[in-house]
């Protein structure tokens, strides 16, 4: 089954009634028509057709310039929009001009009060939505392409099935195949016109007459049709396992409608989850606006889960007023996007207050994560460097456990990082310093212990491309009692000798110690 | 600026009330504040300790470094206003799930310190709010000024600096006598402890005299 977006997007300052063409440069060069609306295809005008020509048969055709990718953009997100009728939708690449979508709608229609009233839904709600499109359903997808675009019942609903695919296809022009210019004027040529030409050829002769080509050939075409040969298609988004979904007649246009609402939906999605022994880490709330647009919200957990009250409360914290509602949402879905056994986490804690604590924490990680951002709710691990700043890294906390680091009370309890420059003063070239100014403040050292030698990694070089050079370190105190931690960058002797292109050794603030 | 000498001081508090509140004395002495709040919990509670605070906090003070605050695993929330770390610690404090929250936080209202306090007692946590002075109205039970001092003397080497030490002044407690007491961290155990008596002589030596090696011994 597949839904087909007008050639145009709708614009209503244009009166339908007005010819109207989009522009596109074609590959050499030309301007040609990419897409035209009714009006225009009833003059005769046609795709492909020079503009020049065009303007001289209409000479009151209105252009604009097409935007493919625009065009691309807004098909895929209509794409999104299309999951409120099926968990698998597809945007179908291969032909330009005659975009379509693609939904997987295997035993799904009878949610919509059957296939005739799917389509329908489908059609007014797109239509709704401003985009005229048409509908069909088949057996295959190259049936329903087939039929979306060439099928002849236009007030009633053209469904295919197993059985009547292959008379309701026999009519329809061979283009309908989604086969390629060259094949087609082959095809032409030979006198086979319609798919029912098709049927009494010999296979083997087709296959051999209409093997080349850049597309997919003829026969294998003609087989995807009728369902000898598969077909996959790639969804825009993976089809979540798990996906609970509501729609309602009145639209809603307040939060607190969309979050009494999802408490429905959290519950409805909860009960798979503990029926099959799952749990969520990711969870995504989308809402469909009746404009033909989606809004979403994401939150992630630190460990599966599936407590409803909990998940309402992540989405609530993570701000159910950013959804943009437009004028109403007609209908909300809750998908779960990553799963995770819930046994695995079970087994893992030893005693059951380590759980309970485990647990709390873990609840609170995502609670703070859900508000403030994933890279806000930072833990630290332990790195394998030398370089104190690069000796622990600041990583979102969410599924870690924060563990503590190997203390040493020579280290600094704040770090500056990158380090400050200071003015410092030694008593020898290579000795601790006895007079520093950090912070425009002149300090007297009163006592000091070093240095600490840290070599360079010469195997990181560092971004400016300059060499990495020795660090001594200094705990050193000043008058007033407190503690810093100073560096000297640079060694007298081997890595300075005064010449003018070496930098002299500097002094540096890296932090301040208790 | 020394604290006066510590006089007559009742017994030092060391079991943290569910709210307090602690700010340094200067501008030199954010990390004896550091090493005095993350002092105000419970020994042996496994629990991690939260720290929030804006970037602008963080950027002037410099982060929290993990090989420098042995035993403690630590959570980091910097934020970018002062609601988003009072909410932060709401959070953590009534959930239970820390032993300490920490948060770098300016000008928090009574009514605001008033849900933290209430937060923390909910949770069983300990919460520290560190403003910057101590001038506004708080529903904490404890308000210190930490400053730092100089550090005892290393028996190992006189030129070193020791063990730190620092000034706790208990500038208003609910129900108790205010009061400042010399505390020391202990070099096995990282955690601070009350400073030897006798130490004091030490420290006078220290503050008067630049070479306090003769002491030393």
Redesign the interface.
Known sequence: MRARRPASPPDPALDPKNPFALILKNSRGAAVIHALNPAARAVGLRRGQPQADALAMIPHLICKPADPEADARALTALAVWAERWSPSVSVDPATEGLEGLFLDVTGAAHLFGGEAALLAQIRDRLAGAGARARAAMGPTPGAAWALARWGEAEGGECIADEENARGLLSPLPVEALRIDDRTLTQARRFGLKRIGDLYPMPRAGLARRFRDGDGVGLVQRLDQALGFAGEALTPVRPPPKYRAWQAWMEPVGDIEGVEARLADLTADLSAPLVRDGQGAKALTLTGFRSDGRTTSLSVRMGRPGRDSAVWLRLFREAGLGRLELGFGLDAMMLTADEVEAMTAWQGALESEAEAKQAESLAALIDRLTARLGEDRVLTAEPADSWLPERAERWRPALGRSPAAAEGDARRPILLLDPPEPVEAMAELPDGAPVRFTWRRLSRRVTRSDGPERLSPEWWRPRPDGRQTRTRDYYRVEDEAGARYWLFREGLYGREYSGAAEERAPSWWMHGVLP | MTPAPLSSPGLFPERPAPLEEACAA???????L??FA?SRRLEGDG??V?MTATRAWLGE???????????????????NTAA?AL??LE??LR????SLALGAVDAATLTQTRRLDFAAKQGGCVGLVLPRGLDGLSAARRRWRIS????AI?PD?A???G????TAELVRGRGERAGAWMLE?D?ET?RLRLADRLADSGLAA?GHA?APSGLAA
């Not at chain 2, 959930?95 to 820390?98: D, E, I, L």
């Not at chain 2, 730092?148 to 550090?151: E, G, I, K, P, Y």
């Open positions: 200067g501008p030199r002495d954010a990390a004896a550091m090493a993350l629990r991690p939260l003070h410099g982060r929290p470094y993990g090989p420098g605050l042995p035993g403690t695993s630590l959570i980091l929330a910097p934020v988003e909410w932060t959070q953590a959930s239970g799930a820390v730092t001092l100089a550090s290393d080497d030129r070193a600096p063990a730190a030490r620092l961290q070099d990282h220290i630049g």
